[in-house]
């Protein structure tokens, strides 16, 4: 994640409103990569070179191809916008992947 | 679980790009803060 989003990101989280109700939606076809940006916003920039280095927002991290959020979208309106990426990354691998994310993170 | 969130989005351009999974939050009802698509090329 670069520095301008990152800093945009750690703007957002310390602001009036703060962390209530923020949760951070990633979609990255690479579930390393993925995983990188979902440390970058739950422990603080694991590269340490952006504005979120040594920053643990904290914040609920999902990825768009998890049942979880799938569940939540109307299903026209996500096959037409995400469809094909569900057929190429197996949903429930990126499910597995960010609950232990969230749960790692929830830990502090 | 979208609905009354306040979400960041992360869209990636080989992946599923940040107007995507926007039209997707907006959908389900939450209210997207902040959209960014990145580019690893």
């Given at each position: 994640m670069d520095a301008e989003a990152q800093g945009n990101i750690k703007k957002i989280a310390e602001?009036?409103?703060?962390?209530?109700n923020l949760i951070v939606v990633l979609g990255a076809s690479d579930l390393e990569g993925a995983e990188i940006s979902a440390a970058t916003v739950t422990?603080?920039?694991?590269?340490?070179?952006?504005?979120?280095?040594?920053?643990?927002?904290?914040l609920p991290v999902y990825h768009i191809l998890e049942p979880e959020i799938r569940q939540a979208v109307p299903e026209k309106v996500y096959n037409e916008n995400v469809g094909v990426m569900a057929m190429v990354i197996d949903p429930r691998e990126v499910g597995e992947r960010f609950k232990k994310i969230r749960e790692k993170a929830a830990q502090g | 679980m979208l609905k009354g969130k306040r979400v960041i989005v992360i869209g990636e351009r080989d992946g599923v790009p940040g107007p995507a999974i926007a039209n997707c939050v907006v959908a389900a009802g939450g209210q997207v803060v902040y959209l960014t698509t990145e580019c690893f090329v």
């Open positions: 602001d009036q409103e703060g962390k209530d422990v603080g920039d694991p590269s340490f070179a952006g504005p979120l280095a040594g920053v643990p927002l904290g | -």
